[in-house]
């Protein structure tokens, strides 16, 4: 099955600066989705983003099939950003399962 | 955005005996589900895919007989872990893809399983 790798494992910022997380696939991937884990265990959905770029507020995502990787972009960094981030890959059909990367330990201190 | 909740949220039960844990889609039918396992400050792992109507088809080393699925209807599915003994504990996540044409997968908030 497809790998996927996670880069760097472990994050801590200041408050207030940049960050770019990134997810490496073996090979090219149809679906991919980031989530970010809260410090309860919710998986919240950030973006799905098989190709291209998405915005949605201080977070922006963008994935380059072709290369076979995916960036996740948080600008202005807050305390609440902490947390795990996690890219899934799965495959087009609704019995497919996801694979996990093995996550981006992200720390934001005030 | 669509919604899936588990129940219970935490759960601490005696060794052998049996908890069930329920997903459900609240707001979108689910033909398939899937159940993961998270240990501490791991990623998740997949254990089973869990199909409306016919049996769950399970990932190479989960046991079927100790991690029972069922999925009764398009908007529940539940995991009975069989006679508990203190290694099943962990943190245990379902999901549920909106189908169609979207793939995007939605996840539970998870249950925390403690056996004693």
Known sequence: GIQVEQSPPDLILQEGANSTLRCNFSDSVNNLQWFHQNPWGQLINLFYIPSGTKQNGRLSATTVATERYSLLYISSSQTTDSGVYFCAYYPNTNAGKSTFGDGTTLTVKP | ?116
Not at chain 2, 36 to 47: N, V
Request: hydrophobic letters at 30%.
């Open chain 2, 1 to 116: 955005g669509a919604v899936v909740s588990q129940h219970p949220s935490r759960v601490i039960c005696k060794s052998g005996t049996s908890v069930k844990i329920e997903c459900r889609s609240l707001d979108f039918q689910a033909t398939t589900m899937f159940w993961y396992r998270q240990f501490p400050k791991k990623s998740l792992m997949l254990m089973a895919t869990s199909n409306e109507g016919s049996k769950a088809t399970y990932e190479q080393g989960v046991e079927k007989d100790k991690f029972l699925i069922n999925h009764a209807s398009l908007t529940l599915s539940t995991l009975t872990v069989t006679s508990a003994h203190p290694e099943d504990s962990s943190f245990y996540i379902c999901s549920a893809p909106l189908g169609g044409t979207r793939y995007e997968q939605y996840f539970g908030p998870g249950t925390r399983l403690t056996v004693t």
